[in-house]
């Protein structure tokens, strides 16, 4: 069964620390990895798409990695203003839909 | 301009009415999706509509219809509502379908709280 698992739930940083979100994955024949930001009372909003193992994509303060078994969204020396909640999804071969993880609520302290 | 729109952002009802929520694009996308979050934040696809028909129906009470009278419009309309209907709707659209895509335009969500 297709399956997200992020962790942590919950980060809460001081700015200018630096960390990682990890998601999980298992699915059958990935066709792409997506990360979103979501801020509260707003929709998601999307990040980035990896598709294969050894990719990265980078923008601003975030780069997302890709390898079999998991992704990580990185954050280096995070604002105030990139607290959020980030989402992952991951498309696979066995269904048309996208199957998401339930999000890492990221706090950065002044 | 807003790309994803939907109305109403907040929705507050009394168990057993029904009520409905309507959805607009204006990105040129041929499809459109409805999803839930619940209080622990999770999303859940409830339907997807591509070009007007329907392509991904996940199992929702018949309580919930959706409609799509174009492919820039897709409302949900929900009968006799009960509490465990309150939750946050979205309603996201994309160029093709979203296991391939992934790349999904959401709105700002309705919250529904039902009495």
């Known amino acids: 069964e297709d399956q997200v698992t992020q962790s942590p739930e919950a980060l809460r940083l001081q700015e200018g620390e630096s960390s990682s979100l990890n998601c999980s994955y298992t699915?059958?024949?990935?066709?792409?990895l997506f990360w979103y930001r979501q801020d509260p009372g707003k929709g998601p909003e999307f990040l980035f798409t990896?598709?294969?193992?050894?990719e990265e994509k980078e923008k601003e303060r975030l780069k997302a990695t890709l390898t079999k078994k998991e992704s990580f969204l990185h954050i280096t020396a995070p604002k105030p203003e990139d607290s959020a909640t980030y989402l992952c999804?991951?498309?696979?071969?066995?269904?048309?839909?996208?199957?998401w993880g339930a999000g890492t609520k990221l706090i950065i302290k002044p | 301009d807003t790309a994803v729109s939907q109305t109403p952002k907040y929705l507050v009802t009394q168990m057993g009415n029904d009520k409905s929520i309507k959805c607009e694009q204006n990105l040129g996308h041929d499809t459109m999706y409805w999803y839930k979050q619940d209080s622990k934040k999770f999303l859940k696809i409830m339907f997807s509509y591509n070009n007007k028909e329907l392509i991904i129906n996940e199992t929702v009470p018949n309580r919930f219809s959706p409609k799509s009278p174009d492919k820039a419009h897709l409302n949900l309309h929900i009968n006799s509502l009960e509490l465990g209907d309150s939750a946050v709707y979205f309603c996201a659209s994309s160029q093709g379908g979203q296991g391939i895509a992934g790349e999904l335009f959401f709105g700002e969500g309705s919250r529904l709280t039902v009495l």
């Open positions: 990896l598709y294969s193992a050894g």
């Open positions: 699915v059958s024949g990935l066709r792409g």
């Open positions: 999804a991951v498309g696979g071969d066995s269904n048309y839909q996208l199957i």
